[in-house]
């Protein structure tokens, strides 16, 4: 009867005695579980993006990418960002980039096409290139615009552009050509920075917007105004930007220089 006491006691994992050891193990791994799941719920997640608010306050619409191409020949590519539609004005706005701002030895491009009815009411120059500045292309620091003068305005397919020397800061300081072109439904507007920290020439300016296409069978108005421009090839016959004979570019006064002694 010993014997047989003993046996009982040391039965195998399916026994009693398996029983009496596995509970507390099970016990255990369940309240081990149990606070994983507590800790996981009281961990903060992720904050969502907070989407860029335009001068009313109103969040742009984001919409699919625009058929907008640059055949300009260059090392770096293109990017051409989701579009975004002002709900207050209902202009849509693409933007195109080509470069990185740190790479002193490359040129740099950021342009913007806006289109729409209005769209050619711009709020000047300046304001624009500190916008252009500040919405960096992705991977990208802000850039700010410390200075600008007037440099006149530079004959493009599209008509004369508006143009200025600026100079942007981020990650290092460049000098570089701002610009602003519009007629009716359509304003272009950007800077370009050529090598080496110099402002980017009229005529680079010029052929730049020669190799800039656009064809969507959803904006004929506008794939009109970009069909209607391919033949104007300004690129190379651009030269020097003209003097503005009225002392201003766009709705920037031109400082004078001054006559006292």
């Given amino acids: 009867m010993r014997i ?44 969502a993006p907070v989407p860029m608010l335009n001068r009313t306050g109103e969040v742009p619409a984001i919409v699919g990418t625009a058929p907008l191409r640059l055949t300009e020949p260059g090392i770096d590519p293109v990017r051409v960002e989701p579009g975004r539609i002002d709900p207050k004005t209902g202009l849509r706005e693409d933007v ?37 500045a500040a919405m960096a292309a992705r991977g990208e620091l802000p850039l700010s615009l410390s200075r600008m003068v007037p440099r006149g305005v530079v004959a493009t397919r599209f008509g004369p552009a508006e143009i200025a020397e600026v100079t942007l800061s981020g990650p290092l300081t460049r000098t570089c050509t701002g610009f602003v072109l519009a007629q009716a ?8 920075c050529a090598p080496l920290g110099s402002a980017a020439e009229p005529k680079a300016l010029a052929c730049t917007l020669d190799a800039l296409d656009f064809d969507d069978q959803s904006d004929p108005t506008a794939s009109a105004l970009f069909r209607q421009a391919k033949g104007r090839s300004a690129c190379e016959a651009a030269g020097t930007a003209a003097a503005d004979p009225t002392g201003r570019t766009g709705s920037i006064e031109r400082r004078r220089p001054s006559t006292k002694n």
């Fill in 185 to 192: 439904g359509l304003r272009i507007d950007g800077f370009l």
């Fill in 96 to 132: 195109l980039g080509r470069g990185s701002f740190s790479a002193l030895e490359a040129p740099v491009l950021r342009l913007a096409v806006t289109r729409g009815i209005g769209a050619e009411r711009a709020p000047g120059l300046y304001v624009l290139v500190a916008r252009r």
């Fill in 4 to 47: 047989g006491a003993i046996d009982d006691a040391d039965e195998g994992p399916s026994g009693r005695g398996f029983s009496a050891i596995g509970l507390p193990v099970r016990i255990a791994v369940g309240s081990l579980v149990v606070a994983l799941i507590a800790i996981a719920a009281r961990m903060p997640s992720a904050p």
